[in-house]
């Protein structure tokens, strides 16, 4: 019997051949949205953050409310989009939806810690809205404390539209804010790499020491606050190291004491 080769299988340690189709990520998609717009569940909205992870400026939050008829083409998860692209479509958003943008500054970063300062911006933005929502969408794992429901949703920016144009408007925000900084302080490179942790960034620390713009509990800020102005930083007490004449006191007072009794 001929058997034909061209059916016969590949080999155990062959590469497999991958579908590109089946890795490529899915675009966000304004399926949740209808879902709630069907059951009569309207305005729905939703808000992302852009900037927790950078050592400088500012956490923004934005929050918007897509139009069903008039949506742009093109969202997506802001991190799939190249610069260009996130600054057409937020010109589009803006034209089309209702918007609105919350920043928490770094000194509130410093008193909250950056998860609540995080939330604390994205609840205001929902607040700023023109019109109240009735159902807030927000990327993440927590959900916001807002009069009406919200659903968190993980990696959300690259799920739900509302959410993946939230992103798309609060990281320009940022951008152009960081933009502006670099401008109040240069040598830093803000308008490059926009505060984010880099090796030029970090060299920049080390050199010029840190600004007003600087997250002051971040480590790096923190090791170049302790180099730059040593006297702002709060000495730590060791409780292990007490001199010969602490002692001392404290033996009088307690010999003192036990003669009283």
Known sequence: MIRDKSTKKPAKDAPKQVDAKKIAPAKASFRRERALIKRGIWPVAGCDEAGRGPLAGPVVAAAVILDPDRIPRGIDDSKRLTAEAREKLFDRICATAQVSVAVASPSRIDRDNI??????????????????????????????????????????????????????????????????????????????????????????????????????????VAAARAKHMPWTVEPVQDLFSVTELEVQAEASVEIEASANL
């Open 115 to 220: 998860l609540r300062a995080s939330l604390w911006a994205l609840k205001r933005a929902v607040v700023a809205l023109p019109e109240a929502p009735r159902h807030v969408f927000v990327d993440g794992r927590d959900r916001l404390d807002t009069s009406c429901d919200c659903e968190a949703v993980i990696g959300g920016d690259g799920i739900v539209l509302s959410i993946a144009a939230a992103s798309i408007v609060a990281k320009v925000t940022r951008d152009r804010l960081m933009c502006a900084l670099a401008q109040d302080c240069p040598g830093y490179g803000f308008e490059q790499h926009k505060g984010y942790g880099v090796p030029e960034h970090l060299d920049a620390l080390n050199r010029l020491g840190p600004t007003v713009h600087h997250r002051s509990f971040f480590a790096p």
